[in-house]
């Protein structure tokens, strides 16, 4: 079992759910989050007055998967999070060691 944990853009999180319901990915954890990369931030302007934003808004989405459906999951992910600019963000894969689903007590694949 893996954990993908997804960093990316507010707008595109329909798009991912809807590419991770295609695939039948069910369930998922949504957190707003803040943000930077390489870019560290970027400045505006507001009312004539220019001001720095260092951390951006983003969308962590964390889905636990059975190993034969990482890699639809990631080109899931990927190809409905892409934009192609700068900041679409980061997909991170993480070894689950157990899971256990608290209603039932099921345990493993069986949990998710």
């Known amino acids: 079992m893996k954990l993908i944990t997804t960093i990316i853009k507010p707008f ?7 590419a991770l319901s295609e695939i039948n990915i069910q369930g998922a954890t ?6 930077f990369g390489r870019q560290k931030g970027h400045t505006e302007m507001y009312r ?6 260092d951390f951006l808004p983003k969308i962590k989405i964390e889905v636990a998967v059975k190993d034969d459906l990482l890699d639809g999951a990631i080109e899931a992910i990927s190809g409905a999070a892409k934009t ?4 679409d963000g980061k997909i991170f894969v993480s070894e689950m060691m157990q899971t256990i689903r608290i209603r039932t007590g099921e345990s493993g694949d069986d949990a998710l």
């Open 48 to 53: 004539g007055a220019e001001y720095s934003v």
């Open 12 to 18: 595109k999180l329909d798009d991912v759910r809807e």
């Open 30 to 35: 949504v957190t707003e989050v803040k943000g």
């Open 84 to 87: 192609g600019t700068i900041g």
